[in-house]
């Protein structure tokens, strides 16, 4: 099942209350808390009272959505949070694959990355937690290949990836990424944006494209957030307008998944 919610740093202008209330209206079910804002890495007293307030509205905390970046931060900035997501109640920490691309990253550099993933990941379990890495351009995620390669070179079970369409790609190339991502996909980024400009449009008008996307997500047959990240002017009401569309886009893609289950055996 895909479950529907929204990255808090959509709204960075806003409190964590006002942002609560914004989803609980637009019908979503989780929220991703950025921290760099909402819920400041070692802050841990901000991130209960944010799980209190997300869990008092009847919304589920998705992740934590750290700016942790493997092989560029300093490994001991992790422990503080790991104990930041724990307060809050999150399941996973979103990281990411340090801030060099892939093509042109060296050799001993994704080996730090690799390595300093496995460390992260197990430090992450003892609390049990998840991390995810963004996927993202300008690091090691940032092609279907890469991440693909990364991901099987750390061959960790604590790690997993998001997974979001990466600027101005094809349908059939990103359906291609979550088939490669699939034995470690955990949550998506939601947005649709110009393919040259990257104008920020109503998420409707990427409606073919993410049809596509959701349905082949959907056969993992696992748990997912989709989280809309970003909308039109940064305005509450376009952000209304796309959570719609999601929860449509979501109960259609549920539903149609739950007939495709094969029924139990009678006995």
Known sequence: MIRSGLVSITFRQHTPRHIVDLVSRAGLEALEWGGDVHVPHGDIQQAHRVNDLTLGAGLAVSSYGSYYRVGDSEPDEFAPIVDTAHALGAPTVRIWAGSVGSGTASEDYRSRV???????????ARAGISVAFEFHPNTLTDTNESAHLLLAAID???VETYWQPPPGSAPAYNLQG???????????????WHSTTHERLPLAAGESDWALYLAKVVESARDHFALIEFVRGDADEAFLQDAATLSRWLDYVNARSALDQPCPPEG
């Open 114 to 124: 690799v390595d300093l993933s496995r460390q992260a990941a197990g430090l992450a």
């Open 156 to 158: 960790h079970p604590n």
């Open 178 to 192: 979550i088939d490669a991502m699939t034995p470690w996909l955990s949550n998506l980024h939601v947005f649709t």
